[in-house]
């Protein structure tokens, strides 16, 4: 209301991944043309004794490497354990090619080249061995 910002808005509940999401539905919006603009992002408030303990229970918390905290957080390696939960968040401007020379932006910070997002309905933490929600998803 500050800023006078109108338009299209939704809201993207889905754990961590929630503001990837929104992110990417923005995207979706901007390159269909719904849109020619448009703020997307998240946060996460994680670290609460209510969500540490929760995760922890639910064996989600990473259990190796946890005396260097630069090898903890491995999401793509094969030794992951777990996750590393932390708080933050963050927005991004999208828009399209066209909005920004309208502007005359400067530059080009970015550019997202596509978005998709897939249920393999296998774990709630951990893609199939296989990986076929994540090929399908690409």
């Known amino acids: ?12 509940s889905m754990a961590s991944a929630g503001g990837a ?3 990417g539905e923005a995207f979706r ?8 603009r448009i703020i997307a992002g998240g946060l996460d408030y994680n670290v609460n004794a209510n969500c ?8 989600a918390l990473t259990r190796s490497f946890n005396d260097d905290s630069d090898l ?7 030794r992951r354990s777990g996750t590393v939960i932390s708080d933050g968040g963050a927005l991004v401007l999208l828009e399209s090619e066209e909005s920004a020379k309208k502007r005359s932006a400067e530059a080009v910070y970015g550019e ?7 249920c393999d309905a296998f774990h709630a933490l ?4 296989s990986g076929v929600g994540l090929i399908s998803a690409i």
Request: no cysteine; glycine share 14%.
């Open 29 to 36: 919006l901007v390159k269909h043309g719904v849109v020619d």
């Open 1 to 12: 209301m500050e800023h006078g910002i109108k338009g299209h808005v939704s809201a993207a």
């Open 21 to 23: 999401i929104a992110i």
């Open 72 to 78: 903890a957080m491995r999401p793509f390696d094969q």
């Open 52 to 59: 540490v303990g929760g995760m922890n229970a639910f064996g």
């Open 112 to 118: 997202i080249a596509g978005f998709n997002m897939n």
């Open 126 to 129: 951990r893609p199939t061995d």
